[in-house]
């Protein structure tokens, strides 16, 4: 079952604007990780952010992770057409399955 | 270098047929992950392979549902009796550093039982 949250669920904005999610999860981590997905397929690894970081920056991305919380959010600068997608976050659990949230639905209007 | 492939990359078939799914992991990943999304269920874990141990099969829903991994690269996840509740898009990621790093996923079988 899922054991993350993610809000909001669908974000629209304009070109250029900057967009911000965020995930929330109930147990430990190791770990968290953000992924995008287009069209309903594949998934693609963004960014990994570790317990014992605050934050960390890959290009236009930068995901912050608040243990105490156990949340964490993934903001895109300047964002762009192509940026419009699902942004999932997922954590480990147990046997190295990862455990999804709910994903936010991302729409870049030009 | 090639990433995860999967086939077919659409399947439909009727209710109560077998069917079977196929990944082609990254060379050398030794880790091999099959996921299952559908609408109102979101991204579900179904089994994990690692090398030469036992499967985690702990996600697979029900009996019908069954994966093998032959010579430790390519996999095989079979459905029998297919139900339409089936019905979704099975992914395929494999892993080759362990469980702390990201998995690189496949595109995806979208699968329709009608």
């Known amino acids: 079952s899922q054991q993350g949250e993610e809000d909001p669920q669908a974000l629209s904005i304009q070109e250029g604007e900057n967009a911000t999610m965020n995930c929330s999860y109930k147990?430990?981590?190791?770990?968290l990780q953000w992924y995008r997905q287009n069209s309903g397929r594949g998934l693609v690894h963004l960014i990994l952010i570790r317990s014992n970081e605050r934050e960390k920056h890959s290009g236009r991305l930068r995901v912050t992770l608040d243990t105490s919380k156990k949340s964490s959010s993934l903001l895109i600068t300047a964002s762009r057409a192509a940026d419009t997608a699902s942004y999932f976050c997922?954590?480990?659990?147990?046997?190295?399955?990862?455990?999804f949230g709910q994903g936010t639905r991302l729409t870049i209007n030009p | 270098g090639a990433g995860v492939s999967q086939s077919p990359s659409n399947k439909v078939t009727e209710k109560g047929k077998d069917v079977e799914l196929r990944c082609d992991p990254i060379?050398?990943?030794?880790?091999l992950y099959w996921y299952r999304q559908s609408l109102g269920q979101g991204l579900e874990f179904l089994i994990y392979?690692?090398?030469?141990?036992?499967?985690?099969k702990s996600g697979l829903p029900s009996d019908r549902f069954s994966a093998e991994r032959t010579g430790g690269s390519v996999s095989t996840l079979t459905i029998q009796r297919t139900q339409q509740e089936d019905s979704a898009v099975y992914l395929c990621a494999s892993n080759g550093q362990g469980a702390l790093n990201e998995q690189y996923f496949g595109p995806g079988t979208r699968l329709t039982v009608t």
């Open positions: 997922a954590r480990i659990q147990g046997a190295q399955k990862l455990v």
């Open positions: 392979f690692q090398g030469n141990s036992a499967p985690d």
């Open positions: 147990t430990s981590i190791n770990n």
């Open positions: 060379s050398g990943h030794t880790a």
